[in-house]
């Protein structure tokens, strides 16, 4: 890992250095190249279980993703790439200790992912009227589900940390149909990942306010079956926005530790995110009096 770390800091440099002294068409492959080389460190970074050596490269990675795009600002696939990491950045190493932090980098990576939207034909998201941003919708296909996902995804993790702000709230209606349309049009994308959003939308929200421990139950049930049992981060969702809200503390302790007695490399791509369930599933276990 220390290899990854090391390459990181050395695309960061050779970036900013190429990127002013190349012409536009020089520039454009500059980027392309680094992208190409930071792809295949990305791989192998979600191959590693050595979370401090991760956490510790991920403010480079991220740099080095902000100065691609702007090198290359309408490239799609930079923009949705930067949102993933700064909301894998926020999402596994931040939020849980660094709300306010957590905050900023979900804004980040809402922004990116917002970006990369528009460039596949669906513009102005915050701020078309609701009518036309519901019409649109339609429109989208299958192919363009990564960058629906990850821009409603990224937009209710912002907003779910912006719950004081009226203004976020008001745009609670807009990530729903976004992800209704994603798994709509491909509910198996990344490992059942709009199912497992679902789930998490309905058990979060007070009865009231159209929360539902039922649905919530059967998403998260869904989520898994899709991800056949190997994305871990799902079922510690389950165990945290639906078994504690349900007063299910036998769910609760099974499921967090089945978690733990699965192997993180039980699929190699995953060993990275089922690392940090590990860490999470392990915390809750050991507050679950809090809980219960």
């Known amino acids: 890992m220390r290899i990854v770390l090391n390459w990181i800091w050395i695309l960061l440099l050779l970036l900013f250095t190429t990127l002013f002294q190349a012409c536009a068409f020089n520039k454009k492959m500059t980027v392309v190249s680094a992208a190409s080389l930071l792809e295949e460190v990305a791989k192998s970074s979600y191959k590693q279980s050595e979370l401090r050596v991760i956490q510790k490269g991920m403010p480079a990675y991220l740099m080095l993703m902000d100065g691609m795009v702007e090198a290359w600002p309408k490239n799609e696939r930079l923009l949705i790439a930067a949102a993933q990491g700064y909301a894998s950045y926020a999402s596994a190493f931040i939020e849980d200790h660094d ?84 798994l709509e049009l491909d509910e198996r994308f990344y490992y059942g990942g709009p199912h497992l959003f679902m789930g998490i939308w309905y058990a979060s929200r007070p ?86």
Not at 258 to 281: C, G, R, S, Y
Request: glycine share 6%; no cysteine.
């Open 99 to 182: 709300r306010i932090y957590a905050r900023t980098l979900y804004g980040k990576a809402k922004d990116y992912a917002l970006r990369s939207l528009a460039r596949r034909g669906f513009e102005r998201a915050s701020e078309r009227s609701f009518d036309d941003f519901e019409k649109d919708l339609t429109n989208l296909r299958k192919k363009d589900v990564p960058y629906l996902f990850w821009a409603a995804a990224n937009w209710g993790n912002w907003i779910g940390l912006n719950l004081n702000s009226m203004e976020a709230m008001a745009q609670l209606p807009r990530v729903e149909l976004m992800m209704r349309r994603a």
């Open 207 to 292: 009865k009231i306010g159209g929360g539902n421990l039922k649905l919530a139950q059967n998403h998260f049930i869904r989520a898994m079956e899709l991800g056949e049992g190997k994305f871990l981060m799902a079922h510690v969702s389950y165990a945290y926005h639906y078994a504690r809200r349900a007063f299910d503390k036998d769910l609760f302790t099974s499921t967090l530790s089945q978690v733990i007695e699965t192997p993180a490399d039980t699929l190699p791509e995953l060993t990275l995110l089922n690392t940090v369930a590990h860490q999470k599933a392990k915390k809750l276990l050991n507050n679950v009096e809090k809980y219960f």
